[in-house]
């Protein structure tokens, strides 16, 4: 807290400020402001969105009050610490306040520059000192930096967005927008593991009609637990265990290193409405299959509503994905880097198949599913990941009932 004045006298407001949400995360960027100067906001009601590069999340109001000004906007990077915004507690819903424009009479933060307009202007060689900002109290924002830079006042040293230029026209109907925060980052976050692994993709098809019959059973008394059984925790289950069996893909390149990991560290891919998060289920070999459906479903229903923590998105040494669900039946996933693999579940179809019998083959209608592995070349070879993959589907297929 700190002291102002106001017109009814001294009053303390309450700084809202940007939290530190682990460890490794040393900045944030604002994704959505819910309240502006002059609302009312109750404690522990959300008073803005951020996204840091580990994970989105709401931060609530440290106290109820009114909002007195916005000292950092919609879309901008500041480190832990800054001051977001500063509430008045003892004014009362609806009442009027002399500074109630955002920034007026605030301090100046002209000089306040955060880490990724500093690394921007480093990389293209800016001298922040002659770039004009628009931000609150003349603060120079990223888009202040770019602008700078694509008027020709500087030489980029390194360009990672696209060189293709739109057409300023527009066809009938269209629009533009620019991408959001999370797309940002999980385009950044592609592009490099492509660039990184050597990526190749092997498929194999499994029968999952043991997988069936043993889900059917065990749903009703896992429901009533409040455990939804899903396929993919069938499957999580057979990949931790063919990962115990292959360490060498529960592993992750560090440099000019391969690190073997003990523990199964299982990154889960959600999707969102606006993107993809991988939150991680730690020490999975420990988790029976109802322990992994559990966590699974946690961790989805936190992601989806934005309250996981950084932590809980770090440190994943393998990654399933699970677009499946939504019926497609081929994939080739991208790595999770530092990973060396990412295990892709596509949907359970029905599907005519040949069964072997004693008195000679037949054709049936099974339940069938493909697994798609995409791998690190660097890392491991065809070989390997073909056995691991053959190891998941004899687990499938030779699922135990008394499981």
């Given amino acids: 807290m700190r002291s102002s004045r106001t017109d009814s006298g001294a009053t303390t407001l309450v700084e809202v400020t940007m939290p530190q949400m682990g460890v490794s995360v040393a900045e944030g960027t604002i994704v959505e402001w819910r309240k502006r100067p002059g609302d009312w906001v109750e404690r522990d009601e959300t008073i803005c969105e951020i996204s840091t590069d580990k994970v989105d999340t709401e931060i609530p ?44 009479g605030g301090p100046d933060r002209s000089k306040v520059i955060s880490p990724v307009v500093q690394r921007i202007a480093a990389e293209h060689g800016v001298d922040l000192t002659e770039v004009e900002g628009t931000g609150v109290g003349g603060r120079i924002r990223k888009k202040d930096v770019l602008a700078y830079i694509e008027k020709g006042a500087a030489e980029p040293t390194l360009h990672t967005e696209s060189p293709y230029q739109p057409d300023v026209a527009l066809p009938s109907g269209g629009r533009r927008e620019p991408l959001s925060i999370m797309r940002k980052r ?25 997988v069936v019959l043993r889900r059917a059973e065990l749903k009703p008394s896992l429901a009533q637990r409040d455990v939804p059984l899903t396929y993919l925790a069938f499957v999580a289950r057979a990949t931790v265990d063919a990962l115990n069996e292959q360490p060498v893909l529960n592993a992750s390149i560090e440099g000019e290193e391969i690190v073997y990991h003990d523990d199964v560290n299982l990154g889960v891919a959600v999707a969102l409405d606006d993107g993809l998060i991988v939150p991680v289920i730690r020490q999975a070999q420990r988790l029976s299959l109802e322990g992994l459906a559990a966590a699974i479903a946690d961790v ?35 790595i999770n880097q530092p990973q060396v693999a990412i295990l892709d579940l596509e949907a ?32 491991l070879d065809g070989a390997d990941a073909a056995r691991f993959l053959a190891r998941i589907k004899a687990r499938l297929e030779g699922w135990d009932t008394d499981e």
Avoid at 348 to 376: H, M, Q, W, Y
Wanted: charged share 25%; aromatic share 2%; proline share 6%.
């Fill in 61 to 104: 109001s440290p106290a109820s009050g009114r909002v007195v000004r916005i000292l950092v906007e919609a879309n901008e990077t500041v480190a832990v610490g800054t001051v977001l915004a500063e509430l008045d507690p003892g004014a009362k819903p609806g009442e009027a306040h002399a500074d109630e424009e955002m920034g007026n």
């Fill in 186 to 210: 999980i385009a950044e976050h592609m592009l490099r593991s492509r660039a990184t692994a050597a990526h190749v993709t092997t498929v194999i098809e499994v029968d999952m009609s043991r």
């Fill in 300 to 334: 989805s229903a936190r992601a989806r509503s934005k309250r996981l923590e950084p932590g809980e998105v770090q440190g994943g040494t393998f990654t399933i994905t699970n677009p499946g669900r939504f019926g497609t039946v081929l994939a080739t996933p991208i």
């Fill in 348 to 379: 359970i179809v029905k599907r005519a198949v040949v069964v072997e019998n004693p008195d000679g083959d037949s054709i049936a209608i099974r339940p069938v599913t493909n697994l798609c592995l995409s791998f690190d070349h660097r890392a």
